[in-house]
């Protein structure tokens, strides 16, 4: 009876009002997840490497495990450039477009045998879980093979916006893609997510004021704010409360 008096409206609605309070004004939730493809929905990153790896041989010199991690996220003619200068290989700019094409061709022969059994583990639960929470989701790859690939792994319809390789001028490290992503969802930067497995990947994300989460390991995504093996184990709730809580929202 005391406090019903000495606090009217009830104390719950003064929890809340409390707790309103104590966010920064600005307060935005997070409200989208931009995903990007190859080494976080799929496994297509190996196939990236074989094919670029046989391209170098092709032209006389091999690339590293090491130096592969130096193309992920790394849009086809970036990608070419970095390796022929890893190689101190000098081409035309036609000699160029002709091994890029040549190189998707056999990075084309190795997907096509792939179907939704080769999604990555935890990535349909974590759909599913970003459903159910109505969480807003987009594809933020510079790959111009996106569209095909989440086609032959029945996810193209699991996305509210797809932003690809087709749609962007500047590949990761710009973070283009992702901006373009948000943008898409109807959602500021910070109300995102992005998941990525590759360096560039996530510098982009920074760049673009999101918060990343490396899939892979923190040794190496060294700007990410969070990196764990795999969506494997990871729950949207413990994410949500996780990054509230990195932003000293937590209450
Ligand atoms: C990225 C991959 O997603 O797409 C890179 O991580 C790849 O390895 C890039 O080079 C471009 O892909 P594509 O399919 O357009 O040649
Ligand atoms: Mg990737």
Not at 123 to 133: D, E, K, P
Not at 139 to 159: P, Q, T, Y
Not at 173 to 202: H, N, R, S, T, Y
Not at 216 to 241: F, M, N, Y
Request: one cysteine or more; a negative charge.
């Amino acid at each position: 009876m005391g406090w019903q008096r000495c606090y009217p409206g009830g104390f719950l609605v003064w929890v809340v009002l409390l707790c309103e309070l104590i966010q920064p004004v600005n307060y935005m939730p997070i409200s989208g997840f931009l995903f990007d493809l190859d080494g976080v929905i799929v496994d297509t990153a190996v196939f990236h490497y074989q094919a670029w790896r046989r391209m170098a041989n092709e032209v006389g010199f091999d690339i590293s495990h090491e130096f592969n991690e130096t193309l992920k996220g790394v849009s086809r003619m970036d990608s070419i450039n970095l390796i022929l200068a890893h190689g101190n290989v000098s081409l035309t700019e036609n000699r160029k477009l002709a091994l890029a094409a040549q190189k998707n061709e056999w990075y084309l022969e190795l997907v096509s045998h792939m179907t939704p059994d080769d999604i990555l583990p935890g990535v349909t639960g974590f759909f599913h879980q970003l459903n159910q929470a109505g969480i807003k989701c987009a594809l933020g790859s510079v790959s111009k093979n996106a569209g095909l690939i989440l086609k032959r792994i029945g996810m193209l319809d699991d996305f509210d916006a797809i932003i690809d390789g087709n749609k962007i001028t500047n590949g990761k490290p710009d973070p283009e893609v992702f901006l373009k992503g948000a943008a898409e969802l109807g959602l500021e930067p910070v109300q995102c997510v992005v998941f990525e497995d590759a360096v560039a990947g996530i510098e982009a994300a920074k760049r673009g004021g999101m918060f990343a989460v490396g899939i892979g390991s923190p040794d190496v995504l060294t700007q990410a704010d969070l990196a764990i093996p795999s969506l494997e184990h990871l729950t949207v709730t413990e994410l949500l409360t996780a990054i509230d809580r990195a932003q000293g929202i937590g209450y």
